[in-house]
């Protein structure tokens, strides 16, 4: 049975950083595509960031681009979320998700994924 944990939310100013970790179980991890999603307050959950298994590439929602970095570690079956460069719009609850067979015109759309954590929850506030 797949199951995701995610860890390292928090409350943190505007400007300042924060790394999210999401630990997967039951997967071949490497073959997993994995993907953040986030949702805001009233709001429908959008994509984030996704990074593909077996060495495939990395992908960005526009709003976050150049702030966040995705990363993976197969030998540890984790991927992390590097934040940096806060805003208030990035509050949200953030969801790791997973799915052995997405292709990369479906990585941005969470109903491609069959797997998600529970969420952390990150707060951007002064």
């Known amino acids: 049975q797949v199951h995701l944990v995610e860890s390292g939310g928090g409350l943190v100013q505007p400007g300042g950083s924060l790394t999210l970790s999401c630990a997967a179980s039951?997967?071949?991890?490497?073959?997993?595509?994995m993907g953040w999603f986030r949702q805001a307050p009233g709001k429908e959950r959008e994509f984030v960031s996704a990074i593909k298994g077996n060495g495939g590439g990395t992908f960005y929602a526009d709003s976050v681009k150049g702030r966040f970095t995705m990363s993976r570690d197969n030998a540890k079956n984790t991927v992390t979320l590097q934040m940096n460069g806060l805003k208030p719009e990035d509050t949200a609850v953030y969801y790791c998700?997973?799915?052995?067979?997405?292709?990369?015109?479906?990585?941005?759309?969470?109903?491609?994924?069959?797997?998600w954590g529970q969420g952390t929850r990150v707060t951007v506030s002064s």
């Open positions: 039951g997967v071949t991890f490497r073959r997993f595509s």
């Open positions: 998700a997973a799915d052995s067979t997405i292709i990369n015109s479906q990585i941005r759309n969470e109903g491609a994924y069959d797997y």
